[in-house]
Each structure stands twice: as structure tokens, then as C-alpha cells.
């Protein structure tokens, strides 16, 4: 069950392009289909919470804290779903897909965690798999923009801070279904400022398109982050991270499947690449353990 559980978490983010991309070609800009997002994702996350009898009440101090590691999950989103007008689904998907190498990165420089040649090599293939995946024209001579390689890389920066965040903030007697309600609820806050700052907030005119939000909010928010959790519970972090492959994966076939994006020998190398990237620094500990092993 924990695999099963590990698997359609990281299938369901991988269905992020499905449900965005039907919004975006409606004309619904990116900061109204984010907002809408958030705010389903919190008021189902809410009645959920609600329904199992769990305490809303927390210290100001972890709201603060959690504000703040908010803002960066929100723009990490909002790059993602920018990143959609710039580059394949499954590209964007798959870049978006660094954010653990980048979290172990953050983790060395500043948290004094060792390296390892275990981490050398990946960030070999990582550089390798970006440098594939943005060479050039793929098939039916459909570039890659740079731009977007660019948003997406900052966009996995984003989340790799808001990794980090969680990490390190020590936020105490807080599950994780609590935690993930409140980034939900001030991601919401922050997208509807946003969209309404910039003068791209609109009202969904249509029950299709709040159709495809409230799935685009329940599939890959709420179900997502739900079965995370109990993935974790059962399986442990490590191995639950390494099923996160799926993510890229599933959005990548999405992308041919159902939007016609080009499939290449580059994006293949350049999916595969960034997982094996990944998986190392999930398994690297292992793999120094059995190395040493077998030595002695």
C-alpha cells in the first residue's frame, strides 16, 4: 500500500499540465488559475481537517514562519504554470523535477551537510540532462525557449527553498495535512493579491472551468499532498522520494498523449538524465553504505 500510495502521489503532481494547460488555452491567465487552485485546495483541505476533528490553533510565530516559506511554494507555481507558455509540458515538468538536487545543494553550503561523490555525479547528470533537454530544435522543429528553461529553474529553486523551509523552521506538534492547509490558504492570499496587483484576476465564467479548477485543486493539491503523507508514514521519506519519479514521467506522457507534444531521442535522454540525477541523491546514502560493505 505504501508503494501504491508513493506512486499516486507523485503521478497526480505529475497531472499539473492536464488540468492547467485546458485552463490556460480558455483564457484564463496564470495567476487566476492559481488562485483558483489554492483556494479549492484550502477549502477541501479545511473540511477535511474539520471532518477528522484536528486543532487549527497554532503559535503566531509558526503562521509567520509558514507565511514566509509560502511565499516561495506560490512562486514556484507561478513559474510553472508561466513556464507552460514557453515550453512543453513534460520539459517544464521535468525541470521543475530538480528541486531535490538543488534542496542537497542548499543543504551543503549552508547547513554544513557532507559531500560526496555520490552528489559530484549528480549534479553531472542533473547539468547534463538541463543542457539535453534545452540543445535545441526537437521534432516538427519546435524549439526549446530558454526563457522557459530559465523560469523553470528558478521555479525549482523556489520549491527547493520552500523544502528547506520546512526542514529547518521546527514548527512543532503540526501535522502534515495542518501544515500543508495553512501554505495552501496564504498561497492562496498571495496569488489573489498577485493576479489582483497585476490585473490578471478574472471570475471562471463557465462550470467547465471551475470544473477543471476544483480537479486541477483536489487531484494534484489535496490527493497529492494527502497520499504523500501517508506514503511517508508507511514507507519512509527516502523511498517515497524515489517513487517521486513517477512525477516527470507522467507529465511527460500527458504531454504526447493528450497535448501532441513532441517526443525526441533529446527529451528521452534528457528525462532520464534528471531522474537518474535525482534517484542518486535520494539513494546515495544507501550506495556509499553497500560500497563500503562490500569492501570490507
Same mark, same amino acid.
Given at each position: ?16 499540465? =492536464? @488540468?492547467?494547460? +485546458? ?11 492559481? @488562485? ?69 545543494? /542548499?543543504?551543503?553550503?549552508? @547547513? ?10 549528480? /549534479? ?12 535545441? +530544435? ?47 490558504? @496564504? ?27 476544483? =480537479? ?40 504526447? =498523449?493528450?497535448?501532441?507534444? +513532441? ?10 538524465? /534528471? ?14 553504505? =553497500? ?6
Amino acid at each position: 500500500m505504501g508503494f501504491f500510495l508513493g506512486l499516486f502521489s507523485s503521478a497526480t503532481f505529475g497531472l499539473i499540465p =492536464l @488540468f492547467t494547460l +485546458p485552463l490556460l488555452h480558455a483564457g484564463v491567465t496564470a495567476e487566476t488559475a492559481l @488562485f483558483y487552485r489554492f483556494l479549492i485546495a484550502t477549502l477541501t483541505l479545511g473540511g477535511l481537517l474539520a471532518a477528522r476533528g484536528e486543532r487549527f490553533r497554532t503559535r503566531g510565530v509558526d503562521l509567520c514562519k509558514l507565511a514566509g516559506m509560502s511565499v516561495m511554494y506560490m512562486l514556484a507555481a507561478l513559474l510553472f504554470f508561466w513556464a507552460f507558455s514557453y515550453l512543453p509540458s513534460g520539459v517544464a515538468a521535468t525541470l521543475q523535477f530538480l528541486y531535490p538536487v538543488m534542496v542537497m545543494l /542548499i543543504m551543503i553550503v549552508f @547547513f554544513h551537510e557532507r559531500f560526496s561523490w555520490t552528489i559530484a555525479l549528480s /549534479i553531472i547528470l542533473a547539468v547534463s540532462g538541463v543542457a539535453l533537454l534545452s540543445s535545441g +530544435p526537437g521534432d516538427g522543429g519546435t524549439s526549446i525557449s530558454l526563457l522557459g528553461v530559465g523560469m523553470m529553474l528558478l521555479s525549482a529553486l523556489c520549491n527547493s527553498l520552500y523544502i528547506v523551509g520546512i526542514q529547518t523552521a521546527r514548527i512543532p506538534n503540526m501535522s502534515g495535512l495542518v501544515m500543508t492547509f495553512y501554505v495552501m490558504l @496564504f498561497s492562496a492570499l498571495l496569488s489573489l493579491i498577485n493576479a489582483l496587483g497585476t490585473g490578471t484576476f478574472q471570475i471562471l465564467t463557465s462550470w467547465r472551468e471551475l470544473g477543471i479548477a476544483a =480537479l486541477l485543486a483536489v487531484v494534484t493539491a489535496v490527493l497529492s499532498n494527502l497520499t504523500l503523507i501517508l506514503a511517508i508514514q508507511r514507507i519512509g521519506s527516502t523511498m517515497t522520494s524515489v517513487l517521486g519519479v513517477m512525477e516527470p514521467l507522467t507529465a511527460v506522457m500527458v504531454g504526447i =498523449l493528450v497535448f501532441g507534444e +513532441p517526443f525526441s531521442p533529446g527529451l528521452a535522454g534528457g528525462v532520464a538524465l /534528471i531522474a537518474a540525477s535525482v534517484l542518486l541523491v535520494m539513494l546515495g546514502g544507501h550506495i556509499r553504505a =553497500l560500497l563500503c560493505r562490500a569492501r570490507t
